[in-house]
């Protein structure tokens, strides 16, 4: 990533840096994003109107001496990316990183892949594809470890499904979710009689799941007692249900997930070592969301168009603005590719209509985003902060008044307005020489809504 510096002193030995004297530089070094000092709007406009004269594809981001958000707000109109205030440096530094997470290629791997439901392009799950690949035909177990939501079912699934056993079932059970005085009759099964209520056998997972594949999620809850009969059952690989005298010879492989740090509960005596070196055969580590380059937008891209076709939207909504996917980029997610689903979900449920924006977003979203997230919520038209660009409304309102009168007959409103729309589209196109990124740009909208437009008005 090559950054550029106009009227302004800065020097990062991780990312190629120069210093930006003349703006016809820009074009010879290849500068992907350009910093400018610049507090006034005057000296902004100018020198945009360079970039846009010599059809620079660079991207902009503003250095303020002050944060002055009617001045913020029409830079950001202006299609700046973000902006940057005091501590200039540290500000700086957070940004220069954020923006290489989005903008290194070579950091990503150039396929998208769709591994057994799991959609990926960050190298970390494509290792984490590689590993299911190599050790699913082995009837080993299996440890998956990972945060709260980062898809560990449905790598044991995919697992299974790699898997000679994949036409047998697939069991799960989660460990956490069903009651200690349950969980060892739902696991090995009972005999009619052999407590108060045991009014007819019970057949457990585990001889449910013979020839297949038991994946017991949540490991790190199992009660210790528990663990023992567990522990005994791969080591011998037979069943005995409660009540019964002989135990049942079953082929089970296991997999078995958690999301808590197992050294931690052997060191504090509430998980056995010896089942956790039977379970740790093959480990495989999901990385969290956030660690996964490139994978935010490609994941929000996906449940959006998921939602949007089972919510009968995909005529009604765009998609998901620049800005909306760099705040996700952004955020922690703590919850995960479970959250994002959710999140993108909810989203779709909500909008009405065109993209979504970084003000449809949730507050939380903004909790730790500092400057950069307020920039990107100033920057939409939906979040009631039209006073901050009031001036520019009166211009256009004035230019208006001046080409635009209403007769004693009256005027065709519907008509004027069509025609006001082909002509500043058609205008935008002859400025851009008939690029439509740069059309839409001009614009203030987004290229996908632009080739609507275009296709509505039968100029494409």
Same mark, same amino acid.
Request: proline share 3%.
């Given at each position: 990533?090559?950054?550029?510096?106009?009227?302004?002193?800065?020097? #990062?030995?991780?990312?190629?840096?120069?210093? @930006?004297?003349?703006?016809?530089?820009?074009? =010879? =070094?290849? @500068?992907?994003? /350009?910093?400018?000092?610049?507090?006034?709007?005057?000296?902004?406009?100018?020198?945009?109107?360079?970039?846009?004269?010599?059809?620079?594809?660079?991207?902009?981001?503003?250095?303020?001496?002050?944060?002055?958000?009617?001045?913020?707000?029409?830079?950001?109109?202006?299609?700046?990316?973000?902006?940057?205030?005091?501590?200039?440096?540290?500000?700086?530094?957070? &940004?220069?990183?954020?923006?290489?997470?989005?903008?290194?290629?070579?950091?990503?791997?150039?396929?998208?892949?769709?591994?057994?439901?799991?959609?990926?392009?960050?190298? $970390?799950?494509?290792?984490?594809?590689?590993?299911?690949? $190599?050790?699913?035909?082995?009837?080993?177990?299996?440890?998956?470890?990972?945060?709260?939501?980062?898809?560990?079912?449905?790598?044991?699934?995919?697992?299974?499904?790699?898997?000679?056993?994949?036409?047998?079932?697939?069991?799960?059970?989660?460990?956490?979710?069903?009651?200690?005085?349950?969980?060892?009759?739902? /696991?090995?099964?009972?005999?009619?009689?052999?407590?108060?209520?045991?009014?007819? !056998?019970?057949?457990?997972?585990?001889?449910?799941?013979?020839?297949?594949?038991?994946? *017991?999620?949540? @490991?790190?809850?199992?009660?210790?007692?528990?663990? %023992?009969?567990?522990?005994?059952?791969?080591?011998?690989?037979?069943?005995?249900?409660?009540?019964?005298?002989?135990?049942?010879?079953?082929? %089970?492989?296991?997999?078995?997930?958690?999301?808590?740090?197992?050294?931690?509960?052997?060191?504090?005596?509430?998980?056995?070592?010896?089942?956790?070196?039977?379970?740790?055969?093959?480990?495989?580590?999901?990385?969290?969301?956030?660690?996964?380059?490139?994978?935010?937008?490609?994941?929000?891209?996906?449940?959006?168009?998921?939602?949007?076709? =089972?919510?009968?939207?995909?005529?009604?909504? +765009?998609? @998901?603005?620049?800005?909306?996917?760099?705040?996700?980029?952004?955020?922690?997610?703590?919850?995960?590719?479970?959250?994002?689903? !959710?999140?993108?979900?909810?989203?779709?449920?909500?909008?009405?209509?065109?993209?979504?924006?970084?003000?449809?977003?949730?507050?939380?979203?903004?909790?730790?985003?500092?400057?950069?997230?307020?920039?990107?919520?100033?920057?939409?038209? +939906? #979040? +009631?902060?039209?006073?901050?660009?009031?001036?520019?409304?009166?211009?256009?309102?004035?230019?208006? &008044?001046?080409?635009?009168?209403?007769? #004693?007959?009256?005027?065709?409103?519907?008509?004027?307005?069509? !025609?006001?729309?082909?002509?500043?589209?058609?205008?935008?196109?002859?400025?851009?020489?008939?690029?439509?990124?740069?059309?839409?740009?001009?614009?203030?909208?987004?290229?996908?809504?632009?080739?609507?437009?275009?296709?509505?008005?039968? *100029?494409?």
């Amino acid at each position: 990533m090559k950054v550029g510096f106009y009227n302004f002193n800065y020097k #990062n030995s991780n990312f190629e840096v120069y210093k @930006i004297k003349d703006i016809d530089e820009l074009q =010879k =070094k290849d @500068i992907d994003y /350009l910093f400018i000092f610049a507090d006034n709007e005057q000296e902004f406009q100018n020198i945009l109107s360079k970039l846009f004269t010599q059809s620079l594809e660079v991207k902009f981001i503003p250095i303020l001496e002050r944060k002055n958000l009617k001045l913020i707000s029409k830079f950001l109109s202006m299609g700046a990316v973000t902006f940057i205030s005091e501590p200039y440096v540290e500000n700086i530094e957070k &940004n220069l990183l954020l923006l290489s997470k989005i903008d290194k290629p070579e950091k990503l791997s150039p396929f998208v892949e769709e591994f057994e439901g799991i959609i990926a392009k960050s190298n $970390k799950m494509f290792d984490v594809f590689s590993t299911i690949k $190599k050790v699913a035909n082995s009837s080993s177990t299996v440890l998956i470890t990972g945060s709260s939501g980062t898809g560990k079912e449905l790598v044991a699934k995919a697992l299974h499904n790699r898997s000679s056993r994949r036409d047998k079932p697939f069991v799960p059970i989660n460990c956490g979710a069903i009651p200690e005085n349950l969980l060892e009759s739902e /696991l090995f099964g009972f005999a009619k009689g052999s407590f108060t209520g045991a009014n007819s !056998n019970k057949v457990g997972k585990l001889q449910i799941a013979d020839k297949g594949t038991l994946f *017991l999620d949540e @490991i790190g809850e199992m009660p210790l007692q528990l663990q %023992v009969k567990l522990l005994r059952f791969l080591q011998e690989g037979e069943v005995q249900p409660i009540g019964f005298d002989k135990p049942i010879k079953v082929d %089970v492989r296991v997999v078995a997930a958690t999301n808590k740090n197992l050294g931690v509960l052997i060191k504090n005596k509430l998980f056995r070592e010896d089942l956790f070196f039977r379970l740790n055969v093959i480990h495989i580590d999901l990385p969290d969301l956030k660690d996964r380059d490139g994978d935010i937008m490609l994941l929000a891209e996906y449940f959006f168009k998921k939602f949007t076709k =089972k919510n009968q939207k995909e005529e009604l909504l +765009d998609g @998901i603005s620049d800005e909306a996917i760099y705040i996700m980029e952004n955020y922690s997610w703590n919850g995960n590719v479970r959250e994002l689903e !959710n999140t993108i979900e909810r989203l779709v449920i909500l909008k009405d209509s065109g993209s979504i924006l970084p003000s449809d977003l949730p507050a939380r979203f903004f909790d730790n985003f500092d400057d950069s997230a307020e920039s990107l919520a100033i920057r939409n038209e +939906d #979040n +009631d902060l039209e006073s901050l660009s009031s001036d520019r409304n009166f211009e256009e309102k004035e230019y208006l &008044n001046s080409i635009i009168k209403i007769s #004693n007959e009256g005027i065709d409103l519907n008509n004027i307005i069509e !025609n006001l729309e082909t002509n500043l589209i058609i205008q935008a196109l002859e400025k851009a020489g008939g690029v439509k990124e740069k059309a839409a740009k001009l614009l203030n909208i987004k290229r996908t809504t632009l080739i609507e437009k275009l296709k509505r008005k039968n *100029l494409m």
